[in-house]
């Protein structure tokens, strides 16, 4: 997470890789991700390197965290984990409200005099306001400063249970931290450069793919091989266990989805887009919820959950290229459901998003290899799958699948992104040929109706599917009203 001191917060600043929160068990106990925060300490180049250490420790460990923009009238929340902000006051909505400050605030004293604190809090350092939002009993917290210009007006606000077992730590954390702000803010280079890029140079070398022989290759290999691919993002996890469970409300999600600004921006963005479009703008979470629906929510949690781990902040024009696909590839799979009625929307749409994150995988992993892949596949007029095939022994489908399978999705659904591709003469599931359909209708999108009707004709997922040339127009019709940011 990169967080600018300026108090804006983009998508690709907020883009990082928050391990599953089913990994907590013992917050008391939990050393390892202290251990690691102070490791990574060292290494920190910027102000928004350290908040992203705290805030990453904070995600994985159970502690609560605000980040807060101190203001002559109050204090701006930024960011909070695991404390419940009024929505008023979240940087979501228009003109949020602050908290209040006394006299003597300890967020004036520590900004003023660039000091760490720590300690229990009480309405005699900070107002009734931040107690009762903070929800403030016998927690041990510190209060981090943190420079901006030259002014020291932005700070992180940390706490933890008092039983806490290794809560000494915590502190000197801090105070590692502080020392480390005030040199980043005098320019004084303390980060040990050549000794992290020799670091990362070890981890690539043990990484590449690029000298070993293809035919040895799995998808399994290859998805562990891009480790963070083996877990979602705490904030998409959370999500989507909670939309799993028969009682959840638009309240329990409401929360959820507030914890993390870049789900709360993805999904106001497509309730607000074209397809979803109502008579007036969506400005909360909760009208969004209400527009949307639990299943079409989750469908494009894991859009912003799958593009963070994937692309996270990569700017390479062949893997957005294959993301946008994907994502098209989704929603035509789902209006062919829904014209078709041969599945469920939200099953095709998570079949047709999965068998394309496939290729980013490949993309990923294997660069060179796979844009010669590309590149043969134009050259022969062979599909891309065919070429995967022959280079690897498996294609796209197989590692959408196995995608599926790591983040515990649907066992029928991982089967049937598997044998998208499979034979025309293979008995394979319906949703599958659904799948692979709604890939070919996705191809013609922005196609003139001669070229839709001619890509019918030589479609054998149309033929075994019974969808003759008026429904597949349908289709295209409507996949070509869709326009959501992707």
């Given at each position: ?369 796979y844009k010669k892949i590309f590149e043969s596949a134009n050259k022969q007029g062979e599909p891309v799958h065919a070429i995967e095939k022959t280079t690897f ?94």
């Amino acid at each position: 997470m990169k967080v600018s001191c300026d108090g804006v917060m983009t998508s690709d600043e907020l883009n990082i890789d928050v391990k599953n929160a089913e990994a907590v068990r013992t917050p008391d106990l939990n050393l390892k991700p202290i251990l690691r925060a102070a490791g990574q300490l060292n290494r920190c180049m910027s102000v928004a390197d350290v908040t992203s250490i705290f805030h990453e420790l904070a995600c994985d460990t159970g502690y609560r965290m605000l980040l807060m923009r101190k203001w002559s009238s109050g204090l701006r929340v930024l960011l909070a984990v695991g404390i419940d902000v009024p929505a008023r006051m979240t940087t979501s909505g228009d003109n949020p409200e602050l908290i209040s400050l006394i006299e003597n605030d300890i967020f004036d004293l520590t900004s003023d005099e660039k000091s760490v604190y720590v300690g229990n809090l009480t309405s005699k350092v900070v107002s009734g306001e931040f107690m009762q939002i903070a929800n403030i009993g016998n927690q041990q917290s510190f209060i981090l400063p943190l420079p901006s210009r030259g002014r020291w007006n932005t700070s992180i606000y940390f706490d933890w249970d008092v039983d806490c077992k290794v809560a000494s730590l915590l502190p000197m954390l801090a105070n590692s931290a502080l020392t480390k702000l005030h040199c980043i803010e005098a320019g004084i280079e303390t980060s040990g450069t050549k000794i992290a890029a020799m670091v990362a140079a070890e981890k690539a070398r043990k990484t590449d793919l690029s000298n070993i022989e293809l035919s040895t290759l799995t998808p399994e290999k290859v998805v562990d091989m891009v480790g963070e691919l083996s877990v979602l993002p705490q904030v998409a996890s959370k999500i989507l266990s909670l939309l799993s469970k028969d009682d959840a409300t638009a309240a329990d999600l409401e929360r959820e989805i507030s914890l993390d600004q870049v789900m709360t921006a993805r999904i106001l963005g497509v309730a607000n887009s074209s397809y979803f479009m109502g008579n007036s703008e969506i400005k909360t979470v909760r009208d969004a919820i209400v527009r949307l629906g639990f299943r079409t929510i989750r469908s494009w949690t894991l859009v912003a959950a799958s593009r963070a781990v994937i692309l996270g902040g990569r700017k390479s024009e062949v893997l957005n290229s294959i993301w946008e696909k994907s994502v098209s590839t989704a929603i035509a799979c789902q209006v062919a459901a829904d014209i078709s009625g041969l599945c469920n929307r939200e099953v095709a749409f998570t079949g047709g998003l999965m068998q394309n994150l496939g290729q980013l995988v490949l993309a990923r992993a294997l660069p060179d290899q796979y844009k010669k892949i590309f590149e043969s596949a134009n050259k022969q007029g062979e599909p891309v799958h065919a070429i995967e095939k022959t280079t690897f022994g498996f294609d796209h489908g197989d590692l959408g699948g196995c995608l599926i399978d790591r983040w515990h999705l649907n066992p029928e659904l991982a089967g049937a992104v598997k044998l998208h591709h499979a034979g025309y003469e293979e008995e394979v599931p319906e949703l599958a040929r659904l799948i692979a359909l709604g890939e070919e209708l996705a191809e013609v999108r922005d196609n003139t109706l001669e070229v839709v009707e001619v890509k019918h004709a030589i479609s054998e997922n149309a033929k075994i599917l019974n969808i003759d040339v008026d429904t597949w127009t349908k289709m295209w019709e409507e996949l070509s009203t869709i326009d959501v940011e992707c």
